[in-house]
């Protein structure tokens, strides 16, 4: 099972939206809305944004919002802040019954 | 508030074994579906492998199987990973998460235990 494809580094302004994708196929993302995104910081413990697509956790900002659309999931996040700048990852169930990771984003706030 | 702990991380030999747990609490670890995930210096995050409330499901990484096993205890509400023919590309800090509503994904991890596989 390959690594799911996401762009390695996005960049924005403060108070910019930007959108991360996450590219399988129909083995994974297309076929199941089944897709997560975390967050993680350098030294930290990754952190659940997004599962099932586009539930939010408790506790988590509106300002993380994930959608799909065929075989490529987004994550966008609006209003951009300095402490959103990390790394990004999606994560998919696939038909072989095993989960899946993206190859990760990093994100940058200018 | 959920929190896990890994244990059993360190320093082993090329083709020798090593046995991971992962204690939780705040939480009724039994109705929930246990995962590791792990992360090699410098690289993005690798799933490894999950199970299934009392053991009925395993699932494993194309990378792992035949050489992990990944078990529970839901009465000590702990989980483990039986490494074994370890090789430097298991060289990783090694995640356990716990799945919420959906048991794809990974709504708890622990702070990660080292493993590193070095002569």
């Known amino acids: 099972q390959s690594a799911l494809t996401q762009p390695a580094s996005v960049s924005g302004s403060p108070g910019q939206s930007l959108t991360i994708s996450c590219t399988g196929t129909?083995?994974?993302?297309?076929?199941?809305?089944?897709v997560s995104w975390y967050q993680q910081h350098p030294g930290k413990a990754p952190k659940l944004l997004i599962s099932?697509?586009?539930n939010r956790p408790s506790g988590i900002s509106n300002r993380f919002s994930g959608s799909k659309s065929d075989n490529t999931a987004s994550l966008t996040i609006s209003g951009l802040q300095a402490e959103d700048e990390a790394d990004y990852y999606c994560s998919s169930c696939t038909s072989s019954n095993t989960l899946v990771f993206g190859t990760g984003t990093r994100v940058t706030v200018l | 508030q959920v929190q896990l702990l890994e244990s059993g991380g360190g320093v082993v030999l090329p083709g020798r074994s090593l046995r991971l747990s992962c204690a939780a609490s705040?939480?009724?670890?039994?109705?929930?579906?246990t995962h590791w995930v792990r992360q090699a210096p410098g690289k993005g995050l690798e799933w490894v492998a999950s199970i299934w409330y009392e053991g009925s499901n395993k699932f494993y990484a194309a990378s792992v199987k035949g050489r992990f096993s990944i078990s529970r205890d839901d009465f000590a509400s702990t989980m483990y990973l039986q490494m074994s023919s370890l090789t430097a590309n298991d060289t990783a800090l090694y995640y356990c998460?716990?799945?919420?509503?959906?048991?794809?994904?990974?709504?708890?991890w622990g702070q990660g235990a080292l493993v590193t596989v070095s002569s």
């Open positions: 129909s083995s994974d993302v297309g076929g199941y809305d089944d």
């Open positions: 705040g939480i009724t670890f039994r109705t929930h579906v």
């Open positions: 998460a716990i799945s919420g509503s959906f048991w794809t994904s990974f709504d708890s």
């Open positions: 099932g697509v586009f």
